[in-house]
């Protein structure tokens, strides 16, 4: 694709002060700057003024920004590396927000040329006639911004140009440079243009990509024609494409001056950071469901089961915190003749990610037909350990003693909050359990049917309370008989 604009994008409208003339562009003191000197000066200025430099990039702070910094202060065009889902095109993409919020273009030219370093013959003879005459417009910075996906059938003339037939049959001849259909790169000129997935790209096609990384110019076919471009261009990468798909050439990834390693979240407070920033939650998603969602994608991530050169994408959490919000908003639609029933996520609820996710992992060769069972124990695993980091030391015998003389607790996925709650009574305990999960001191029916749910999980999994999945899909807590 092209710039990243949403579909049917108004491009923003120029203040009405801006100057209109190249006259009045030089009297009010502009001077030309390459894009990259436009990086280093708006990044030092946030700097500077401890303003944030990366909006929406978690986890990032104290180990990738620095080296992507250090990159855009030394001018360097740079290659991303890292699995999948670990925010390589949201980083890339936040680049344009470091440019200048508007730019003045020669009107019309494809290439963005500025009226003080026009490149292409045609505008270099217009500014030569016109002057200080010459009528300039001005381009928004979410304008400046190009991006290709690398794809097999990507040709040289998709990202640098080729001959334009149609400007052929109309009189023009073979060398008139004017014949050129520029690609997406020069069309990019005076921006950031970004590849993802740079070793899809053949190899013969990476080494049209020479040139402008080194050079910083074009060449067309056959034509003498020399056009110094102003980009900064970013690529990403997965370390594996080196020896599977395809790799990145040698001389290629010499010319890019950084090479800088992506990661997942570190440790899980970042983790979560993350999903409560990208999640579209259309139901309440207590903070202890999420967690334990945070947990497992951790242990999925790690499990010796699952494939690590593919990794185990940021958004496999996230889908999770919206499916676990689905079931909650489900639940609450079924129940709505029976009882109100306010859409709140309860940790059975995750039960479901297990098979509705198992698509997003890559799993190890042996482990063919047992997908959804090593999830569901990762699942377990994480259920447990939230329970633990969340409830350790609190005195939960009033659970316990629910069961303790042939007692039943059923909850599941249709089984309302009211229900639930009627089931348990009051229990000693109760207030410091919902205190410590977050749910405050008045919280909703569902909130603490939630709670409670997480109890009862949490003391089967730790071996103190019996279950049972009936053939309706609910659930039967009881005595370990």
Do not use: C
Not at 232 to 254: C, F, H, M
Not at 425 to 439: E, I, M
Not at 440 to 467: N, S, W
């Amino acid at each position: 694709m092209g710039r990243v604009t949403a579909p049917n994008q108004v491009p923003p409208v120029p203040p009405a002060d801006l100057p209109g003339t190249l006259g009045e562009l030089r009297a009010s003191g502009h001077h030309y700057r390459t894009v990259k000197q436009e990086l280093r000066d708006n990044l030092l200025a946030r700097m500077r003024a401890g303003e944030e430099r990366f909006p929406g990039i978690v986890g990032y702070q104290d180990t990738v920004l620095p080296e992507v910094e250090r990159a855009l202060l030394a001018g360097h065009d740079m290659v991303l590396l890292g699995e999948r889902g670990q925010g390589k095109t949201r980083l890339i993409r936040s680049l344009g927000a470091l440019l200048d919020e508007w730019t003045p273009v020669i009107p019309g030219s494809v290439l963005n040329e500025h009226p003080m370093h026009p490149l292409t013959p045609a505008s270099r003879a217009l500014v030569a006639e016109r002057g200080d005459d010459l009528p300039i417009g001005w381009l928004h910075r979410s304008m400046r911004y190009g991006e290709k996906l690398a794809t097999p059938d990507t040709s040289v003339g998709d990202l640098i140009g080729d001959v334009d037939p149609v400007r052929l049959a109309q009189g023009r001849t073979l060398g008139d440079p004017e014949t050129i259909h520029f690609g997406l790169v020069p069309r990019t000129n005076r921006g950031v243009f970004a590849v993802n997935e740079l070793p899809d790209l053949a190899e013969r096609i990476q080494v049209a990509l020479l040139n402008v990384l080194e050079e910083r110019d074009i060449q067309v076919r056959g034509y003498q024609l020399r056009l110094p471009l102003d980009l900064l261009l970013v690529a990403s990468a997965n370390p594996e494409d080196y020896t599977n798909r395809g790799r990145i050439i040698t001389p290629l990834k010499d010319r890019f001056g950084a090479e800088i390693r992506t990661h997942y979240p570190l440790d899980l407070e970042l983790e979560l950071e993350l999903i409560r920033q990208e999640a579209d939650l259309v139901a309440t998603v207590p903070e202890h469901v999420l967690e334990v969602l945070a947990r497992f994608a951790r242990a999925v991530r790690e499990s010796p089961s699952v494939d690590p050169r593919s990794g185990v994408s940021a958004r496999f959490a996230i889908a999770a915190a919206e499916t676990v919000a689905a079931a909650a908003l489900r639940r609450a639609g079924l129940l709505a003749t029976a009882a109100h029933e306010a859409p709140v996520a309860r940790v059975g609820d995750a039960v479901s990610v297990t098979s509705t996710l198992r698509g997003k992992v890559e799993f190890e060769s042996g482990e063919e037909g047992r997908e959804i069972e090593v999830l569901a124990h990762l699942l377990r695993t994480a259920t447990a350990e939230t329970f633990r980091a969340r409830l350790a030391g609190l005195d939960l015998s009033g659970f316990t003693a629910l069961v303790a003389e042939g007692g039943e607790i059923e909850t599941g996925e249709l089984v309302a909050s009211a229900d639930l709650l009627r089931q348990v009574g009051t229990v000693p305990g109760l207030a410091k359990v919902l205190d410590r999960l977050g749910l405050g001191d008045a919280p909703t029916p569902e909130e603490a049917a939630a709670g409670i749910e997480f109890v009862l999980e949490g003391l089967h999994l730790t071996r103190r309370l019996g279950k049972d999945v009936t053939e309706s899909g609910r659930t039967v807590y009881g005595g370990r008989g």
